[in-house]
C-alpha cells in the first residue's frame, strides 16, 4: 500500500514537471523560425489605421516575401497572420524586440533565422523588399521561383 502511494506520487511530480519545463520552454516565436519574416511595429493609436491599411495595400509584395507583420498599438495586436495570434503574443512581442526607452513609431524586421535585420522608426515598405530581396535566403527563393516558371 505504502509503495503503491508512493509510485502514486511520483508519477504526478514527474507529469508536472514535464508540464512545467513543456510550458518553460515553448516559444510560440520559434513556430516562426525558417518559415517567415516577421515585420514587428509599435505605433500609437493614431497611426494605427494608416500603418495596418498601407501593409493591407501592399499585401501581394509582402505574401511574396513570406512576411508575417504585427502591429502593436496600446494594448491591440493586429496581423495578417491567417491563424489565430496566441495569447500574450502581444506581451511577448513588446518585451522581445522592443526596450523601454523606445518610443514614438518603432519598426523591427526579423529574418527566417530569427535575427533582427533591421530597425527604423518609419514604415518604407519599399526599402524594406529591398533589403528583403537582398538577402541570400530570398536570393535562393526567387532563383527557385525563377527555374519553376520557365
Not at 506520487?9 to 514537471?17: D, E, N
Not at 499585401?59 to 513570406?66: F, N, V, Y
Not at 495586436?77 to 512581442?93: A, C, F, K, R, Y
Amino acid at each position: 500500500m505504502i509503495h503503491q502511494s508512493v509510485s502514486t506520487i511520483f508519477l504526478c511530480v514527474l507529469s508536472f514537471l514535464q508540464m512545467a519545463t513543456h510550458s518553460v520552454t515553448h516559444d510560440p516565436l520559434q513556430s516562426y523560425l525558417w518559415e517567415n519574416r516577421l515585420l514587428i511595429i509599435a505605433c500609437s493609436e493614431a497611426e494605427l489605421l494608416e500603418v495596418t491599411s498601407t501593409l493591407k495595400q501592399a499585401s501581394q509584395g509582402i505574401a511574396e516575401r513570406d512576411l508575417l507583420w504585427f502591429v502593436l498599438s496600446g494594448g491591440t495586436l493586429i496581423s495578417n497572420q491567417t491563424e489565430p495570434v496566441q495569447m500574450g503574443m502581444h506581451d511577448l512581442l513588446k518585451q522581445t524586440f522592443f526596450s523601454e526607452q523606445d518610443d514614438g513609431f518603432q519598426l523591427r524586421l526579423v529574418g527566417k533565422d530569427g535575427g533582427v535585420k533591421t530597425r527604423s522608426q518609419s514604415l518604407d515598405l519599399d526599402q524594406i523588399f529591398a533589403l528583403v530581396d537582398s538577402m541570400p535566403m530570398r536570393q535562393a527563393e526567387m532563383r527557385a521561383m525563377s527555374q519553376k516558371s520557365r
